[in-house]
């Protein structure tokens, strides 16, 4: 935005557990802003933030989205705020994770009656992961049982008594607020003289530690100049030493003006450090520097069409003018640059290091493509989103809406990329995948309005495998003659169990050409297919060795595909005899729930054949690790969410296949039969 360097540019992330206020202390900061035509003041029941359907129906933050504005701070300095708005609903924290990549530093909202929740910490661990400077502001203080003191206290505790300091303080009447870092001396209340003192004085120590000769001056009981101390203490947040802790009041107002003064005043702006590329190596972020930017999100806006969101990391990005996506190779049109704030969508004169743009229309750009000037080979990392945890089989309920339900499904997708669609091999099902039921319901339901396709969805079938536990031999003669040349294909083979991942697992021991070299490789492919298809549920068969010791041919009638028929049968005889088993993938699961619920997830992972591996506190919370039979955890999302009143998660990675055991093995196999049955 013209008129403000970047060095006055403050881009951060608001984040927090869902129904700490997010939303609503960020209507309230965008009222304060001033702009006549943003709606969602604290006087209106319509949010700037949550405007989408989706969001209004579940009256909750489902998008990270991008809000700016010009701030007069307390100073008399302008700023530019980039703030980005995110989900604190467990099931989107893919949208947390996109939005903590790209921006400078962190606003974590805490509710001043619940304290730390899973939101809160799961917040905590994503700014953690990148060292990201942030701030805390617990909010809510005008509720009856908010408790500013206890709620400091848990953060102290949970996050370090020195490192996390109150800069912004609520008077004893709750009617007001005390700024320490531009309140003046006479001016705190005589009650509160005590206490901002200590405060001032351990800030003062925290801004000497940035510098060796600030350290040794403060030492030597000589005062710290205004500069000094302003310039060390934002040091101490840009390395997250110092965590500043703000109160304020969203529906009263209280204490936000005073939180934007200290955002800006301590956090970082794009220039304060250099951004590292793909390759670890340093790039400057000044506006004079090239152009070059990162796209964190892509969204098919009904309106628009494609929206291309980019982080401007460094330079000056113009309407109308050409730039490279380094990442596919090809070149771009930027058209118009626009500026989004919830619905409004206005044009942007220039876009500058720590923006948040998006660009409509781009031919060949997707997520995480790096935008830059022509000739520039800068390429930033890619953002890393978190395995899904939950998923559903799809299919259309109307016939002939394939081609319709796979172009929606891709769509979704590339709007939300922590949403997968997969296409299972094993079990012929199209899997859509994701972050929790209501992430899965959110998809689905978009879908139908925006592509107008009804899905119908259940419980994925469990993509099981079949082995072998002990050896086996097999013998097939194919031979078939039905007027000019015939068929004939005799193969021989033992088999025995091979171990994981062993590559080496056909053996040729033909000896005298009893199999002529040239029908080898057709033994081989038929040993491959026949490994497609059990004989328990008709599921692939892993980890077998195949020796092809004997066989004979006939000097007319062989040819490749019957020694591949041979082969393939030749093969089933033998796994029929090898005492073969049934497998079922095992899933590495750890959940994070506060003490209290302990005992109940102990228990229901005990009843899903769970096996505990470990347990311990971890960011306030209790962390259960354990291994489970993926077909047990379908169901827990929502379970997990019962038990604990959605303040628990989970994440969940696939470990290994295991065998299944012997009455649950013959359920499954009884059913698989049925279905054979059934459609023959």
């Given at each position: 935005?013209?008129?403000?360097?970047?060095?006055?540019?403050?881009?951060?992330?608001?984040?927090?557990?869902?129904?700490?206020?997010?939303?609503?202390?960020?209507?309230?900061?965008l009222h304060i802003l001033g702009t006549n035509d943003r709606v969602g003041s604290p006087d209106d029941k319509s949010s700037m933030a949550d405007w989408t359907p989706e969001e209004q129906e579940h009256e909750i933050s489902i998008w990270a989205k991008p809000f700016d504005g010009v701030y007069t701070a307390a100073s008399g300095k302008q700023r530019r705020f980039v703030v980005l708005d995110t989900p604190g609903y467990a099931d989107f924290i893919g949208q947390l994770t996109a939005a903590a990549e790209v921006t400078d530093a962190a606003l974590i909202v805490v509710d001043a009656i619940s304290g730390i929740q899973v939101g809160t910490s799961r917040a905590w661990k994503v700014c953690q992961k990148r060292n990201l400077p942030r701030g805390i502001v617990i909010n809510g203080l005008d509720k009856d049982e908010a408790n500013f003191d206890q709620a400091l206290a848990a953060i102290k505790a949970q996050w370090g008594d020195t490192r996390c300091v109150p800069v912004v303080l609520p008077t004893a009447d709750g009617k007001s607020e005390v700024d320490i870092l531009n309140t003046k001396a006479e001016?705190?209340?005589?009650?509160?003289?005590?206490?901002?003192?200590?405060?001032?004085?351990?800030?003062?120590?925290?801004?000497?530690?940035?510098?060796?000769?600030?350290?040794?001056?403060?030492?030597?009981?000589?005062?710290?100049?205004?500069?000094?101390?302003?310039?060390?203490?934002?040091?101490?947040?840009?390395?997250?030493?110092?965590?500043?802790?703000?109160?304020?009041?969203?529906?009263?107002?209280?204490?936000?003006?005073?939180?934007?003064?200290?955002?800006?005043?301590?956090?970082?702006?794009?220039?304060?450090?250099?951004?590292?590329?793909?390759?670890?190596?340093?790039?400057?972020?000044?506006?004079?520097?090239?152009?070059?930017?990162?796209?964190?999100?892509?969204?098919?806006?009904?309106?628009?069409?494609?929206?291309?969101?980019?982080?401007?990391?460094?330079?000056?990005?113009?309407?109308?003018?050409?730039?490279?996506?380094?990442?596919?190779?090809?070149?771009?049109?930027?058209?118009?640059?626009?500026?989004?704030?919830?619905?409004?969508?206005?044009?942007?004169?220039?876009?500058?290091?720590?923006?948040?743009?998006?660009?409509?229309?781009?031919?060949?750009?997707?997520?995480?493509?790096?935008?830059?000037?022509?000739?520039?080979?800068?390429?930033?990392?890619?953002?890393?989103?978190?395995?899904?945890?939950?998923?559903?089989?799809?299919?259309?309920?109307?016939?002939?809406?394939?081609?319709?339900?796979?172009?929606?499904?891709?769509?979704?997708?590339?709007?939300?990329?922590?949403?997968?669609?997969?296409?299972?091999?094993?079990?012929?099902?199209?899997?859509?995948?994701?972050?929790?039921?209501?992430?899965?319901?959110?998809?689905?339901?978009?879908?139908?309005?925006?592509?107008?396709?009804?899905?119908?969805?259940?419980?994925?079938?469990?993509?099981?495998?079949?082995?072998?536990?002990?050896?086996?031999?097999?013998?097939?003669?194919?031979?078939?003659?039905?007027?000019?040349?015939?068929?004939?294909?005799?193969?021989?083979?033992?088999?025995?169990?091979?171990?994981?991942?062993?590559?080496?697992?056909?053996?040729?021991?033909?000896?005298?050409?009893?199999?002529?070299?040239?029908?080898?490789?057709?033994?081989?492919?038929?040993?491959?297919?026949?490994?497609?298809?059990?004989?328990?549920?008709?599921?692939?068969?892993?980890?077998?060795?195949?020796?092809?010791?004997?066989?004979?041919?006939?000097?007319?009638?062989?040819?490749?595909?019957?020694?591949?028929?041979?082969?393939?049968?030749?093969?089933?005889?033998?796994?029929?005899?090898?005492?073969?088993?049934?497998?079922?993938?095992?899933?590495?699961?750890?959940?994070?729930?506060?003490?209290?619920?302990?005992?109940?997830?102990?228990?229901?992972?005990?009843?899903?054949?769970?096996?505990?591996?470990?347990?311990?506190?971890?960011?306030?919370?209790?962390?259960?690790?354990?291994?489970?039979?993926?077909?047990?955890?379908?169901?827990?999302?929502?379970?997990?969410?019962?038990?604990?009143?959605?303040?628990?998660?989970?994440?969940?990675?696939?470990?290994?296949?295991?065998?299944?055991?012997?009455?649950?093995?013959?359920?499954?196999?009884?059913?698989?039969?049925?279905?054979?049955?059934?459609?023959?």
């Amino acid at each position: 935005m013209k008129g403000i360097p970047i060095s006055g540019t403050r881009n951060f992330t608001l984040m927090g557990h869902t129904g700490s206020g997010k939303t609503s202390l960020l209507d309230v900061m965008l009222h304060i802003l001033g702009t006549n035509d943003r709606v969602g003041s604290p006087d209106d029941k319509s949010s700037m933030a949550d405007w989408t359907p989706e969001e209004q129906e579940h009256e909750i933050s489902i998008w990270a989205k991008p809000f700016d504005g010009v701030y007069t701070a307390a100073s008399g300095k302008q700023r530019r705020f980039v703030v980005l708005d995110t989900p604190g609903y467990a099931d989107f924290i893919g949208q947390l994770t996109a939005a903590a990549e790209v921006t400078d530093a962190a606003l974590i909202v805490v509710d001043a009656i619940s304290g730390i929740q899973v939101g809160t910490s799961r917040a905590w661990k994503v700014c953690q992961k990148r060292n990201l400077p942030r701030g805390i502001v617990i909010n809510g203080l005008d509720k009856d049982e908010a408790n500013f003191d206890q709620a400091l206290a848990a953060i102290k505790a949970q996050w370090g008594d020195t490192r996390c300091v109150p800069v912004v303080l609520p008077t004893a009447d709750g009617k007001s607020e005390v700024d320490i870092l531009n309140t003046k001396a006479e001016d705190v209340p005589e009650d509160m003289v005590d206490t901002v003192k200590a405060i001032k004085d351990h800030l003062i120590e925290l801004a000497a530690e940035t510098d060796d000769a600030l350290m040794e001056k403060y030492f030597e009981g000589e005062e710290l100049t205004a500069d000094e101390f302003s310039d060390g203490l934002r040091k101490s947040v840009h390395s997250a030493h110092l965590i500043p802790v703000f109160a304020a009041s969203a529906k009263t107002k209280i204490g936000v003006k005073e939180t934007m003064d200290s955002i800006s005043r301590l956090f970082p702006s794009p220039e304060d450090y250099p951004v590292k590329c793909a390759d670890d190596e340093e790039v400057a972020t000044g506006e004079t520097e090239p152009f070059a930017g990162l796209v964190w999100r892509s969204v098919n806006d009904p309106f628009v069409g494609q929206l291309s969101f980019v982080r401007v990391y460094r330079g000056t990005l113009k309407p109308n003018s050409e730039v490279m996506n380094v990442t596919k190779g090809a070149k771009e049109r930027i058209g118009n640059i626009l500026f989004v704030n919830g619905k409004k969508q206005t044009d942007c004169a220039e876009a500058k290091a720590g923006d948040i743009i998006a660009i409509p229309k781009l031919k060949n750009t997707e997520l995480n493509d790096t935008l830059a000037a022509a000739g520039s080979s800068i390429k930033f990392k890619a953002i890393v989103f978190p395995n899904p945890v939950t998923a559903y089989a799809v299919e259309p309920k109307t016939k002939g809406d394939e081609d319709k339900i796979g172009m929606a499904l891709r769509r979704a997708a590339a709007d939300d990329p922590s949403i997968r669609i997969e296409r299972n091999v094993e079990t012929h099902e199209t899997i859509l995948c994701g972050m929790g039921d209501v992430h899965l319901d959110v998809t689905l339901e978009n879908i139908k309005n925006r592509s107008k396709v009804d899905i119908d969805r259940r419980t994925p079938r469990v993509a099981y495998m079949e082995t072998i536990t002990g050896n086996g031999e097999g013998h097939y003669k194919h031979k078939k003659q039905s007027g000019g040349r015939g068929q004939y294909g005799d193969c021989y083979v033992r088999i025995s169990p091979a171990a994981e991942g062993e590559e080496e697992w056909f053996v040729n021991s033909i000896v005298g050409g009893a199999i002529p070299s040239n029908f080898i490789p057709a033994c081989q492919k038929g040993f491959n297919e026949g490994m497609q298809k059990g004989p328990l549920v008709g599921a692939p068969v892993i980890n077998v060795k195949v020796d092809l010791y004997d066989g004979s041919y006939h000097d007319v009638d062989s040819s490749e595909v019957a020694f591949k028929i041979a082969g393939s049968r030749a093969l089933h005889l033998a796994i029929e005899q090898a005492n073969p088993v049934l497998l079922e993938p095992i899933m590495t699961v750890k959940v994070m729930v506060p003490d209290e619920y302990m005992g109940d997830i102990n228990g229901i992972l005990n009843t899903k054949r769970g096996r505990i591996l470990g347990m311990g506190p971890e960011d306030g919370l209790q962390t259960i690790t354990a291994e489970v039979p993926q077909v047990e955890m379908f169901k827990f999302c929502s379970e997990l969410r019962s038990i604990t009143g959605g303040r628990g998660s989970f994440e969940m990675d696939f470990n290994r296949y295991d065998q299944v055991p012997g009455n649950i093995s013959q359920k499954v196999i009884a059913a698989a039969q049925k279905e054979k049955e059934q459609l023959d």
